[in-house]
Each structure stands twice: as structure tokens, then as C-alpha cells.
């Protein structure tokens, strides 16, 4: 069950010190080399291939979307706007690439604008997830500079299965179900949500949520807005090929993108708990939580001589 408001904050007060489960995309995207047993629900098929390996459960987004298709919910009084709706633009996603499937980009047309990942021919098994599971989601804001940035992500069928988190709200600040999980405050910049489902489940943290993944399920990911800028847009004829209407934005709002949703088991075979136990001799080496060393320019959580502290 979700803590009370109260508790809530209480834990806040606690780990604001260094509390920021977010941080900015490293050059060159995530490294996979850290990482195992990599449950993937959407990943680019060049990374896909650099994991092909260390895959526990592929659950990726059908790049023909027969098996699952993520859908983009624009209202419910006509189905011909029940799509996915990827709005376009220039950015590459965190990997440098701008190729077609690559990225997911989403914009509500109206306030309630919603993209889920849902099965199709074959639901989803997250039954191979356990607590030592890292949750790893990539997102941009492609938004416009006025419209509201709060990103929300509910992982699992939603209720009280699963996480409800919010992006750009303080760690452990709750809105509604959804708990922030920090901040992501520029535009059209990769961040990267790396937080363990130890934390996500820690009633004496800053979540306290549940789960239980052990049957399959027709919906596994949401992404969305609280409190969403919607964009303005000119509706066309039916496209034959989609059966849907053809959309032009005219003025963007709120707007986001995503290259990545899977979870990973830090391998520490290859390193990444070394950086937890960092100490004097790293010569005043920084890694942000993905072990990779990073410069004293980099904005998030990062480690040096084995403590963890936000760089801003």
C-alpha cells in the first residue's frame, strides 16, 4: 500500500540531501555493459543488439507492431483518433540516431492524451522481475517552453500493481497515486530514470509501492502528462493506410519523447558496483549511476570517493 502524504514526507526530509533518481544522458546513450538480465518493453533494435545476450525476457515493442503496439490514447468519442500518434521532429534520441524506430514521440491533442504499451497477439510477462531489478526509462521534453514538463510513467497495469512516478516533482512528493522522482528541467535534452525496485518498494523510503507481476498483462507501461499543455492541431481526411486521420500540429504544447523503457541487474562483474565502493584512490574520479565516469560539468546524482551528492 502507498504511504500516507505524511510519511511521505517525512522520508523526503530525510534523503533530499542527495534524492534525484534523475539524470542527464551520457555522450553515447546508456552502456549496456553494465548492466544484465535486461527485461526489455522498448529499446532500439542497434541496442537490442548489443544486449542480445543478456537478454532475461524480451518484451520489446514489435517493430511491426503485430505481437504489441504502443498506443496513443487522443480521446474516446472517435476511434479514428486512437493511434499511435508519433508527432514529428529533428532530435536524434540519446544513442544519436533519428531513424525509424528510434524513438517515440507523443503530444496530447486534448488534456487526457495517454500512450500505453499494450499487447496484442501476446500479452506481457514480466513475471522474471524481482527487486534487484534496476527500472531504466530515457525521455526528452520536445515540448514547447510554456507548456507544463511534469512527464508521468506508471509501469504495470497501474492501481496497486505497479509504479506511479512524475517527473520534475521532488523525490518522494506525491500527486494523486503518482510520486516524484525528480528533476529533468531542460528542453530537448535526454535525461536518464534509473531507480532500483528496492527503492520503489521501501515502505521507509520515499515510495512504498507494490507489485506483483507473476501474471501476464494487457497493458505494462503508460507515459503521459499531469496536468497536460495540449497542442493545437488541424484534423484532415481518413488515411487509408492507418484508417486514421491525418493530424497537423499548429502549435505544440506539451510534447515527449521516449528511446528506452526496460529493466536491468547492475553486473557487477563488470564494474558497476566498484563504483559504490570508490574510494581515495579513484584520484577525485566522478560516475554518474550508471558507473561511467563523467566530467565536473555533469548535472544529476554522481559518486566520488565512494559518496553520492548532486552535482548541479
Known amino acids: 500500500m502507498r504511504k500516507s502524504l505524511l510519511s511521505a514526507a517525512l522520508a523526503l526530509l530525510s534523503t533530499t540531501a542527495f534524492a534525484q533518481y534523475i539524470t542527464e544522458a551520457p555522450a553515447g546513450g546508456f552502456d549496456f555493459t553494465k548492466g544484465k538480465d535486461y527485461v526489455v518493453l522498448f529499446n532500439p533494435q542497434p541496442q537490442m543488439e548489443a544486449i542480445k545476450d543478456k537478454i532475461l525476457a524480451d518484451q520489446n515493442l514489435d517493430p511491426d507492431q503485430v505481437k504489441n503496439q504502443f498506443f496513443y490514447w487522443v480521446a474516446d468519442w472517435d476511434k479514428k483518433l486512437f493511434t499511435l500518434y508519433d508527432i514529428n521532429d529533428t532530435q536524434n534520441n540519446s544513442y544519436g540516431s533519428n531513424a525509424k524506430g528510434s524513438k517515440l514521440n507523443m503530444t496530447p491533442l486534448y488534456a487526457w492524451g495517454a500512450g500505453h504499451f499494450g499487447g496484442k497477439s501476446q500479452k506481457y510477462d514480466f513475471s522474471s522481475i524481482t527487486d534487484d531489478h534496476i527500472l531504466h526509462i530515457g525521455f526528452m521534453n520536445i515540448g514547447s517552453a510554456t507548456a507544463t514538463k ?12 505497479g509504479f506511479s512516478l512524475v517527473v520534475n516533482k521532488a523525490v518522494g512528493t506525491t500527486a494523486g497515486d503518482l510520486v516524484g522522482v525528480g528533476m529533468a528541467p531542460d528542453l530537448n535534452k535526454w535525461y536518464y530514470l534509473d531507480i532500483p525496485v528496492k ?8 515510495f512504498g509501492f507494490e507489485y506483483n507481476f507473476s501474471s501476464p498483462m494487457e497493458i505494462a507501461f503508460t507515459a503521459g502528462f499531469d496536468g497536460a499543455t495540449p497542442s493545437k492541431f488541424t484534423q484532415g481526411a481518413v488515411d487509408p493506410e492507418t484508417g486514421m486521420y491525418k493530424i497537423t500540429i499548429t502549435e505544440k504544447g506539451s510534447a515527449m519523447a521516449i528511446d528506452g523503457v526496460f529493466l536491468y541487474k547492475a553486473d557487477e562483474s563488470a564494474g558497476v558496483n566498484e563504483v559504490k565502493a570508490a ?26 570517493n565512494g559518496k553520492k551528492f548532486i552535482q548541479k
Not at 527503492?199 to 520515499?206: A, I, N, P, R, T
Not at 579513484?282 to 544529476?300: M, T
Request: glycine fraction near 16%; charged fraction near 30%.
Open 279 to 304: 574510494t581515495k584512490a579513484d584520484n577525485g574520479a566522478i560516475y554518474n549511476l550508471a558507473g561511467q565516469q563523467v566530467s565536473k560539468d555533469y548535472k544529476g546524482v554522481v559518486v566520488k
Open 150 to 161: 511534469n512527464f508521468k510513467f506508471i509501469f504495470g497495469p497501474g492501481g496497486d500493481n
Open 199 to 206: 527503492d520503489l518498494v521501501d515502505e521507509d523510503g520515499d
